[in-house]
């Protein structure tokens, strides 16, 4: 993980940040490519240690594949979500049962917590409030177990197993 | 214009009101920021269906800095809550 | 193929306006901070989602930057509400609960840690 080339790092940020700008300016025209080439690497180069600790490693192809999994889990959940925040908002009688609990995780690099967090901020019930080092503090809307062992079965396990093949 | 779109408006209208309510009365610094928040994300969507109404495309770039500065503006407030500045 | 694409726009735009509507009247409903900042967060996202992917569908010369801004949108909303539920707990804005707050030890050790500081 922390070995990753200071080029592959470059490469990457340059190859996201050039996807961005043909999505901005939608066309093809020479003119426009070459410029967005200049200007991507520009900012590339004053960017890419920050912007990515995977590098181009992230591009094999049995990564991109758990990566296309994982969306659609995650936009499974999103949907799931909605209906189930839609469900309590519109009983009359609010069945809520709030309390923060916490877990321990087993992912290492910053940006993976970060993706386990805005997940978990969007799935049913559930929201990051605080990460300290590898314990997660997640406000639960309807609080159902309370051990440590449970709350992470319940909440992470299913994001983390497919984060874990992919950062790690 | 035909009537879905007016309906379609009406009730983002409706969801704009009840975050104002909820803006109005508080009780918190920190609820406030929840409805603006809630108000900022709902304007964005609505300039981009506006700009599909209207057939404007500027429509589309407003509503994408929009969304950038809301974003750093509830950051900023949360960074104040917390004692940061 | 057009009018079916405008049909699933007309579909997407529906559900977008029926989120956010129900996001901001959760905001209405719920009784302490953190509960609303649940409905907000995850209606609103999804709803403004679905409402920009409808309008994408509808005008196919805007797909690429209505995709932009959903992906913004999808990165930047939770990040947001993730501050300020932080930024609230500081300010000592307790959770409304009847179970386990285990946040509360972390920010009572800070604050001693501090002190001896």
Same mark, same amino acid.
């Given at each position: 993980? #922390? %070995? $990753?080339? %200071?080029?592959?790092?470059?490469?990457?940020t340059w190859i996201i940040l050039f996807i961005v700008w043909l999505a901005f300016t939608s066309t093809l025209a020479i003119e426009e490519v070459v410029t967005g080439l200049l200007v991507s690497l520009i900012v590339?180069?004053?960017? +890419?240690? +920050? +912007? &990515? =600790? &995977? =590098?181009l490693g992230i591009f094999a192809p049995k990564k991109i594949f758990y990566l296309i999994q994982y969306f659609f889990v995650f936009i499974g959940a999103l949907i799931k979500a909605n209906f189930h925040v839609a469900k309590i908002v519109l009983s009359p009688k609010l069945p809520i049962n709030p309390g923060i609990v916490e877990f321990e995780t087993k992912l290492k690099s910053d940006f993976a917590k970060m993706v386990l967090a805005n997940s978990i901020t969007l799935t049913p019930g559930t929201f990051t409030v605080d990460i300290v080092e590898n314990r997660f503090y997640i406000h639960w809307l #309807?609080?159902? $177990? &309370?051990d440590e062992e449970s709350v992470y079965k319940e909440i992470a396990e299913g994001f983390e197993k497919i984060l874990l093949k992919i950062y790690e | 214009m035909n009537v879905f779109f007016i309906i379609i408006m009406g009730i983002i209208m409706l969801a704009g009101v009840f975050a104002v309510i909820r803006f109005i009365k508080g009780p918190t610094t920190a609820d406030r920021v929840v409805a603006l928040d809630n108000l900022s994300t709902i304007v964005v969507a609505t300039l981009i269906f506006m700009g599909f109404v209207f057939q404007r495309f500027i429509y589309i770039d407003v509503s994408l800095i929009y969304a950038v500065l809301g974003f750093i503006g509830v950051l900023t407030i949360a960074r104040y809550l917390e004692g940061g500045i | 193929m057009e009018t079916v694409l405008l049909y699933l726009g007309y579909f997407f735009v529906s559900l977008g306006a029926a989120f956010l509507f129900l996001g901001a009247f959760g905001i209405f409903r719920m009784p302490d901070f953190y509960t609303r900042l649940q409905a907000g967060t995850k209606s609103s996202t999804l709803g403004a989602m679905s409402l920009i992917l409808g309008v994408g569908l509808m005008q196919p010369e805007w797909f690429f930057k209505t995709v932009i801004i959903i992906i913004f949108i999808a990165i930047s909303n939770p990040i947001s509400s993730h501050a300020l539920a932080r930024g609230a707990y500081k300010t000592h804005q307790k959770p409304l609960t009847d179970t386990i707050d285990a946040y509360e030890e972390v920010t009572e050790e800070n604050k001693n840690k501090n002190e001896e500081e």
């Open positions: 993980m #922390e %070995n $990753v080339s %200071n080029i592959s790092k470059l490469f990457y590339a180069l004053l960017s +890419f240690r +920050f +912007f &990515t =600790g &995977t =590098g #309807e609080v159902s $177990v &309370t | - | -």
